[in-house]
């Protein structure tokens, strides 16, 4: 507790103005780098064969190219002033790492769903990460340059509103507050957000583990559940996943994009590269959790590339099952250093893998069930989660202008609630955003601006490709090179 009073702490949200006007936020900054240079480096240290395709899919429209390039706005973030308002952030708030998902009691909330850039940082980067993709994903969306205002003016205004009431929060009620699709329904303004609300409740409902099993894997016939340790009810009901590269690939299978070289392969089979790494996982869960896992048997272990930045990072899908055969998927993905430390200073954490499970609990209003961290194979880091298990993500080809802007709303609260719990400085940055719109217009000024930078970036990217200075490939380009 710092012991000051709420006046002394609203003082000192209006004194950061001095350090940082609320008009200077529409700052682009000086931006004299290679975005191309930036981009080989945060692809060192990936699964080779896959940086092809990590720059496939972002070479797809500059909204991919955005997501994929999370180190070029972290980079540019530091060459202007910010508040000097530390805290942990997100560090890759854009509009799409936001989603629903089940919360230990089962019920559906949104919030939040990316965690592998978590690190300290000036809250308004966060803030900045989401308008910048409002207005490029406005712009993919081809709407005017009117509306893609709008969608920026309406998620800081609904940020700035909504920090209002949570500094006026105990530090419980501020801690219990979660937005449950609920409450969305609530307090949606057009029916047809309703309606949309509840269509994603129904078809969250149907994305669990169980509804993943007959999809993603296959029953072999064993006497001894593939691994000497038959249990009752499930004796001789192995399961494997089912191999479908460029995507889904067991590390040592025939479909494998690991290299010869790669130390990984060292490894005898995938039980011994995986287990010691699952024991020292188990350490990191209360007891309550470590005992239910106890109930499960790992079945087969396979790589999954994900998403659009995190592709060529080691990220593996680990499938048991309890003793009625029902089962359980576990994410393991690799943790590397976040772009957000690499450009502001502060202490350097020890494990990449608890900095996202830390970030992620102090940040989310609710966390997963099994999330916790490892040391694997090569010594790189990782964190634990639940594959699925009723997340959800909006699909944003499918939204109009007005349905857009009711999404952005809730993006903007949702990071209102998050950094409020995250910062314990709601009453500060409350203060510094005050009642108008002076911050809110400054950063639509700043997203314009940014988005032109993404275009530009964009030329360039793509122009190395077209010259062969980097290689790109999609999943159907690299699936085709493989026969299932």
């Known amino acids: 507790m710092n012991g000051k009073t709420v006046a002394e702490r609203e003082a000192a949200g209006r004194a950061a103005r001095e350090r940082a006007k609320r008009s200077s936020h529409k700052q682009v900054g000086e931006l004299k780098r290679d975005p191309v240079a930036l981009l080989k480096q945060s692809s060192e240290g990936r699964v080779p064969n896959l940086v092809p395709l990590r720059y496939g899919r972002m070479i797809v429209s500059p909204f991919t190219f955005f997501r994929g390039s999370a180190i070029l706005q972290a980079h540019d973030l530091a060459q202007v002033p910010n508040t000097g308002m530390a805290m942990q952030i997100c560090g890759d708030g854009h509009l799409l790492n936001f989603g629903g998902f089940a919360t230990p009691e089962r019920q559906l909330a949104f919030d939040l769903n990316d965690f592998d850039e978590v690190a300290p940082g000036p809250w308004e980067w966060d803030l900045k990460r989401l308008v910048a993709s409002l207005v490029v994903a406005a712009r993919h969306l081809r709407f005017s340059r009117g509306v893609a205002e709008d969608l920026v003016m309406t998620a800081v205004t609904s940020y700035r509103d909504h920090m209002r009431q949570y500094a006026d929060f105990g530090a419980l009620e501020l801690w219990?507050?979660?937005?449950?699709?609920?409450?969305?329904?609530?307090?949606?303004?057009?029916?047809?957000?309703?309606?949309?609300?509840?269509?994603?409740?129904?078809?969250?409902?149907?994305?669990?583990?169980?509804?993943?099993?007959?999809?993603?894997?296959?029953?072999?016939?064993?006497?001894?559940?593939?691994?000497?340790?038959?249990?009752?009810?499930?004796?001789?009901?192995?399961?494997?996943?089912?191999?479908?590269?460029?995507?889904?690939?067991?590390?040592?299978?025939?479909?494998?994009?690991?290299?010869?070289?790669?130390?990984?392969?060292?490894?005898?089979?995938?039980?011994?590269?995986?287990?010691?790494?699952?024991?020292?996982?188990?350490?990191?869960?209360?007891?309550?959790?470590?005992?239910?896992?106890?109930?499960?048997?790992?079945?087969?272990?396979?790589?999954?590339?994900?998403?659009?930045?995190?592709?060529?990072?080691?990220?593996?899908?680990?499938?048991?099952?309890?003793?009625?055969?029902?089962?359980?998927?576990?994410?393991?993905?690799?943790?590397?250093?976040?772009?957000?430390?690499?450009?502001?200073?502060?202490?350097?954490?020890?494990?990449?893998?608890?900095?996202?499970?830390?970030?992620?609990?102090?940040?989310?209003?609710?966390?997963?069930?099994?999330?916790?961290?490892?040391?694997?194979?090569?010594?790189?880091?990782?964190?634990?989660?639940?594959?699925?298990?009723?997340?959800?993500?909006?699909?944003?080809?499918?939204?109009?202008?007005?349905?857009?802007?009711?999404?952005a709303r809730i993006c903007g609260w949702a990071m209102a609630r998050a950094h409020a719990k995250s910062g314990n400085a709601a009453i500060e940055i409350a203060s510094y955003l005050g009642r108008g719109d002076a911050f809110a217009e400054a950063l639509a000024g700043y997203a314009a601006g940014y988005a032109d930078q993404v275009e530009r970036d964009y030329e360039a990217f793509v122009k190395a490709v077209r010259s062969g200075e980097i290689v790109a490939r999609s999943d159907e380009d690299m699936a085709a090179d493989f026969r299932i």
């Open 176 to 407: 219990y507050d979660k937005i449950t699709f609920d409450r969305m329904v609530e307090t949606a303004l057009t029916p047809e957000g309703r309606r949309l609300i509840r269509r994603g409740m129904e078809k969250a409902a149907g994305r669990t583990h169980e509804s993943m099993l007959e999809k993603l894997a296959y029953r072999d016939d064993r006497n001894d559940g593939g691994n000497g340790d038959a249990r009752e009810g499930h004796a001789g009901s192995h399961w494997t996943i089912r191999d479908a590269p460029p995507a889904l690939f067991h590390v040592h299978g025939p479909n494998s994009l690991y290299e010869h070289e790669d130390n990984w392969l060292t490894h005898g089979d995938w039980r011994s590269l995986i287990m010691p790494t699952y024991a020292a996982y188990l350490k990191t869960l209360a007891p309550d959790r470590r005992e239910l896992l106890e109930h499960f048997e790992i079945q087969d272990l396979v790589f999954k590339v994900v998403g659009v930045g995190s592709v060529g990072t080691r990220c593996l899908v680990m499938l048991l099952v309890d003793h009625h055969g029902k089962p359980l998927f576990l994410q393991l993905k690799e943790a590397r250093q976040s772009v957000i430390s690499r450009y502001f200073k502060a202490p350097a954490f020890k494990h990449e893998g608890a900095r996202v499970v830390q970030g992620q609990r102090l940040l989310q209003a609710a966390s997963d069930l099994f999330l916790g961290w490892s040391t694997g194979p090569s010594g790189r880091h990782f964190y634990f989660r639940q594959l699925r298990d009723m997340k959800l993500s909006v699909d944003l080809e499918t939204l109009d202008s007005a349905l857009l802007a009711g999404y």
